[in-house]
């Protein structure tokens, strides 16, 4: 909310995306929603997906960060309370079957795909530590020059789609 307290083209709402009618008690339809960190909490993405929707006017946009990589779901996951992690494929087709078109679809953080697999999975450590943290923030421009180089997938997926039928669903 702090961020954009001085955007005036910027509404900032907070509202259980599992509530269809708390998205016109908020003031839809939005043009653009963005779904940030929230799929991987939900049992039923689709209830989520299809509030959205819902919330959305005719050609408007939703915007979703996801963790990626089923097979590096474990410890530290479990310890945030993710339910699930997602893959390309997965998201696509969850999106389409929600009433939205996929235009387009980004990864990044490889590295940190390696990391959170090796402390999660292979260490089952419940969380990184400070130290760790640390490190990487300092380092991050480094791993955002060679993250193109890098051949496995990113830690985070970012899906771009529209309400179904105003999309170009090249991805």
Known sequence: ???????????????????????????????????????????????????????????????????????????????LGHKQRFDKQELRDLLVKNGFGLESTHELNKFGALAWGFYGRLLRRKRISKFTLKVFDKTVWFWRLIDPLLPWRGLTLIAIARRAGTASQTW
């Open 1 to 79: 909310h702090n961020r954009f307290l001085r955007t005036p083209n910027v509404s900032v709402v907070k509202l259980d995306p599992e509530m269809p009618e708390e998205f016109k008690d908020a003031g839809a339809p939005f043009d653009t929603v963005l779904c940030i960190n929230v799929l991987e909490y939900m049992t039923d993405c689709s209830s989520v997906l299809n509030s959205v929707r819902q919330g959305l006017e005719e050609d408007g946009t939703i915007v979703v960060l996801v963790p990626q990589g089923k097979s590096i779901h474990g410890t530290i996951d479990r310890t």
